[in-house]
């Protein structure tokens, strides 16, 4: 009876300990509000609260991101702006985009007619990203933008380049880049139909078009060069070019203009460029 007898006050001494031990230990954990436990050679260990965890988390996640933004701000991406119209030539434009989302440029294709959807001049049909309404805020007495880009660049065809001559939103997106002496850039029949008649060439040193357009008498030395480079005193910069044979040239001295040199032959080599295209 007595073994019985002691048997059973050991085991409820050794209850009375534990639950005495946990009692303990609730109490520690709200007095620090850290929590406990026990390792198996007996010794306590202290964990950071799950809050404090979490906030050490969060903090370190926004460090990381203020350290890209920072370096985003750096390297900040350059924008372009291709508006396209029915009838405007597909090669320039797909050729014009392409290379310039290679280089990393966050390109924007704006339709200037009522769809998204462009029948092109030889019956390719592109989808735009936006219309131009969508760039453009009308504000009752005349049209003013609402984005900026780092260059607006304008494919040729025809009937395409005589639409967008004729877009009132593109007209003032162009007038804006002209103020702000952005990259205005144009090729085939658009020099000709776009720029020329809204006096976008009157600083130009040199310009050129498709062979079969005329830019009059001042730019009659340039007729036979393919991409043609202007920068005025103010430092406003003018890039055109001939037509579909002359669109990767052309592409590629928009890269050069906006993204420097070495990313024009980064871009290049994989798309075989022959070196004297590059050269010149």
Known sequence: MSGRSIVGVRCIATSSSSFGAKRRRRGQRKSTGCVCGFLRNGTTTTTTPLTERRRFRRKAVGDV????????????????????????EEMEATIIIDVLRRAGVHVTVASCEDDLVCEMSRKVCIRADCLIQEVVVDDGEKNNSRSSFDAIVVP??????????????????LKRQKEEKKLIAAMCAAPAVVLLGKNLLEEASEATAHPAFDLGEAFAKDKKKRVCYSKASNGRVVITSQGPGTAIEFALELVKELCGEEKR????????????????
């Open 65 to 88: 991101m203020t350290m890209r933004s920072a370096a985003a701000e750096d390297e900040k991406e350059k924008t372009a702006l291709v508006p396209i119209a029915n009838g405007s």
């Open 156 to 173: 040729g065809g025809m009937p395409g380049a005589e639409r967008l001559a004729e877009n009132l939103r593109l007209d003032a997106l």
């Open 265 to 280: 032959k980064e871009v290049a080599g994989p798309m075989c460029v022959p070196e004297d295209v590059l050269m010149g």
